[in-house]
Each structure stands twice: as C-alpha cells, then as structure tokens.
C-alpha cells in the first residue's frame, strides 16, 4: 500500500462541532483526482469561521485512501457558505465522512 503523510487539520480555537449544519452535496469515490462539496450554515448569532474536513473511506477498513481540508473565514451569522475540496485518492473509496468544525481559525 502507498504510505500518505495526512496533512495536520486546521487548527480551530474554541471549536465546536457542527455536522449537522453541515452538507454533503458530492463526494467523487473513484482512486485518483476525487472533489467533494456541499455547504455550511453558520447557525451562531455571530460571524464564525469553519474548518471541514472529508476523509474518503474505503469500505470494511478505518484507513482513508485521502483525507483533505478547506477554511472558511468570517462567515456571516444565519449565511450558508459552499466549500469544495479536492485531493488525489490512493484508492476507490466507498463513502465520504465529515468532519466539519466552527470557531476561530488559528
């Protein structure tokens, strides 16, 4: 197997989780150049920056075949912002998970 070296997450201060105001929209599986994208909705009652991160997985395995991180800055309190993220895969994927994070970016 291709050893990876997974870039470090951004680092968020006073984060909190926020998968549920988050949205998958797309996620390409196949090995290679793959995108996922959807949006956010900041639903603090102030402007907050995020951190989302997708880790395409492969089925019956906890090893991503590509892991990868957008930010979004100052995004307005009650907007919805789109991210897009775009990563080269080692191998198929079977199912994209979210990790999405709102605070202030480090």
Do not use: H, Q, Y
Request: glycine share 8%.
């Amino acid at each position: 197997a291709t050893e990876r070296t997974p870039s470090p997450l951004p680092k968020v201060a006073r984060a909190k989780g926020v998968v549920k105001d988050t949205r998958l929209e797309s996620c390409e599986l196949g090995a290679g150049e793959a995108t996922a994208s959807g949006t956010v909705v900041n639903s603090s009652k102030k402007r907050a920056d995020f951190a989302i991160t997708i880790a395409w997985m492969p089925n019956n395995s906890s090893d991503p075949v590509g892991v990868a991180s957008t930010t979004l800055t100052d995004v307005p309190a009650g907007e919805v912002a789109s991210w897009s993220i775009t990563t080269t895969l080692i191998g198929e994927a079977d199912r994209c998970a979210v990790n999405a994070r709102r605070g202030t970016l480090a």
